[in-house]
């Protein structure tokens, strides 16, 4: 038996917003000489005070914005917080504020009994709070965790009433709160991250401190060149954002829960090209899609209607002042004709009045970051009916507290009769289900390539589903003709852990798709694929893309999660020594990253390092004593130094933990059929697996060769015959 299958694969990277930071000046532009670069700003960017002088209005517009106070220089003008010789103590956190000269510094005893004091160097942001940011060794820039409220003029912690560890990757000085990694690309003009991995440094650096400009419309040299010649041409040689299209790939970066596909961004370049959106699950998302955890907008307005209908963030927003075009029901008025929606005869309550709303019944929200209220942009109907039976969310409760959902759900039937319109919440929240019939399964598989969906959530349904049956992977090859990149992706990605000969076709017809990130999938994909057995086109295609995929796991080592995919990608390319490294790097930034304790007990396993194997499980098993998966990984271990007994107690273990655990019971019916020769235990066990997963071809078959040695001839053989059918179809 072989020890643990690592796990393998894209995660969605934990993203940004808690904290950021760079070292510079505001008037970072200096000019080069032509003779030494084309540009003659640097990158070609000219800054905000080059872009006034005939665009004054917007100008007027940005200044004092969210994008212009994005992130400012520390001094008496910018900073918000009390730093009058204050003291404070939050979740057991001493803190003492003062100033020193024109310094202004924080002295903090933490939980552990440890004293330090900081230098504040950056603000970030400004309302509804403000953090600070602190220069640390090897170019980090780390966020405090206490907060400078701004509307009640008090500190505050983020995450109140935890007391957090300093060895926690929440921790302020850690992973979770760096600048250069979660937050400095989008409240700064041009950064360039700068992170080297052997090191674990950085050298960022930015052409402008906030969100000037250049953040959106690109590098305005060229654009600059051409107002100062003769302006005929209608190549403005600048990215306007005039279509959804164009405002999604300028907006949806940083207003996005996404990976990085690429080093650095690039303003205007399509989204899919550079990141890739994370998917509605339930680790962020309510199981009907609606906001849980942060998804920053653009993960949600997906999900809508208006989104559909080509509805433009500049349609709500003005993209220079960053507010509101319109106050209240006149904003939504622009589309929805007032006579029909703003009246008690839609929304059954007193007319002018927070009830009468439309954003409180179609754009709820929740507090972010401690005091930071945010909607949901998925532009919903209440759906108590699905409270009711799923515990999702609904409006009506957000405001009639001490009702129930079922209550809710009466009134909703009342006004709007007993039928809700189809939506796709229902197939979102069935694909997270467990134990689906038959049916339900088969209303999924259509439900994917129903193009009346939204993609994001049909892309989010295929990462929901297992697939295993020769119909399942029918659906999914019509997905991987999908109009959308990631439906294609998330398509491809269930093709995985298929034999070789039938990945390769689907790999090799999507090196060349015209998305990066469906390249970027095919290429994680192509594990095993030697390219020296492919022809020209097919190899250098194959190079192309996994070019592509480095550069991307390369661009993500900062992230804990980031050094777990290069510890995955060694490990996959049989560099063993070097995967350890990356993994051992990973549980340093985040030691509560629980996958990368099953890859690297199997990378030491691999290199001849049970004692440590061993040791990363039972570590595991202490940070989660009640998973049934470290148990069942070390009985594999157990097995392979011959250590039967124990192996076997750890699998009945693995099993009492989670009575689903059907690998456990697959391993123990092998066991009791391959080595003890007790058939009837071998058959308990077997038929135990097959209850929780009856499709299961590998589970069959064990369990013919069960019947077979009991005598059970006829019962062999019909699943034997069953199983060749499978295979034929």
Sequence with gaps: MKLITPYLGILSLLLFLTSCNSKSNQNNYKKLTESVSEHQYIDGYVGDQNCVSCHEKENGLWKGSHHDLAMQIANDSTVLGDFNNVKAVIDGVKYHFYKKDDD???????????????????????????????????????????????????????????????????????????????????????????????????????????????????????????????????????????????????CAPCHARRSKLTANLEPG??????????????????????????????????????????????????????????????????????????????????????????????????NYMGNDFRRDHSFRVPRPDQSVKYNTPNACKGCHEDESNQWAAKWIKKWYGPTRRDHYSDGLILSSQQNLSQDQRKDLDDFINNLKYPAIIRATVISNLNYTTNDQFISLFTSLKDSSALVRFNALQKFRYLPLEERIPVVLKHLTDTTKMVRIGAAEIAIGIDENNLNDIDRTNLINARREFES??????????????????????????????????????????????????????????????????????????????????????????????????????????????????????????????????????????????????????????????????????????????????
């Design 269 to 366: 370049k399509h989204f899919e090209d550079q990141y890739m959106i994370q998917t509605i699950n339930t680790n962020y998302y309510h199981a009907d899609g609606q906001i849980d955890d942060e998804d920053y907008v653009f993960g949600s307005f997906m999900q809508s209607m208006m989104f559909a209908n080509k509805v433009k963030c500049s349609d709500c927003h003005d993209m220079h002042s960053m507010q509101l075009k319109f106050e209240g029901n006149t904003l939504c008025a622009q589309c929805h004709v007032n006579t029909t929606y703003n009246t008690k005869k839609h929304h059954f309550h007193e007319e002018n009045t927070e009830a009468s709303q439309c954003i409180n019944c179609h754009m709820t929200g929740k």
């Design 552 to 729: 991307m796991i390369y661009g993500n080592a900062d992230f804990s999660t980031g050094r777990m995919q290069l510890g995955d990608y060694f490990l996959q390319n049989n560099d063993v020594a070097i995967s350890i490294k990356h993994y051992e790097m990973a549980l340093e930034k985040d030691s509560l990253l629980i996958p990368v304790y099953s890859n690297l007990a199997t990378a030491y396993s691999i290199n001849g390092e049970s004692k440590k194997a061993l040791q990363t499980l039972n570590l595991w098993m202490k940070l989660e004593p009640n998973n049934g998966r470290p148990y069942y990984l070390r009985a594999l271990l157990h097995f392979e130094l011959k250590q039967d007994d124990i192996a076997v107690t750890d699998l009945k273990k693995a099993i009492k933990l989670n009575p689903n655990e059907t690998r456990s019971m697959y391993n123990l019916a092998t066991y009791y059929f391959q080595d003890k020769k007790d058939l009837k235990l071998a058959e308990n066990y077997i038929q135990k697996a097959l209850k929780v997963d009856p499709n299961n071809s590998d589970y069959k078959y064990l369990l013919a060769l069960i019947y077979r040695d009991q005598g059970k001839f006829k019962l062999g053989q019909k699943i034997m015959k069953e199983l060749r059918a499978n295979e034929n179809r």
């Design 104 to 250: 202004f510094l924080v002295k903090i005893n933490e939980i552990d009994g440890s004293e330090n004091i900081y230098q504040i160097n950056y603000t970030f942001g400004v309302t509804p709070l403000q953090q600070y940011l602190i220069d640390f060794e090897r170019g980090k820039k780390q966020v405090l965790r206490v907060t400078w409220d701004s509307k009640d003029h008090k500190w505050f912690h983020q995450y109140a009433g935890d007391k957090i560890s300093t060895h926690d990757w929440l921790h302020w000085t850690k992973s979770a709160q760096n600048w250069n990694t979660m937050c400095a690309e989008c409240h700064s003009t041009n950064l360039k991250k700068n992170y080297f991995v052997e090191k674990d440094s950085f050298h960022t650096t930015y052409s402008y401190i906030n969100v000037s400009c250049e953040m959106c419309h690109g590098p305005g040299e060229k654009h600059m060149n051409w107002a100062n010649s003769d302006p005929k041409d209608k190549n403005y040689q600048i990215i306007l954002g005039k279509t959804q299209h164009e405002q999604v790939n300028l």
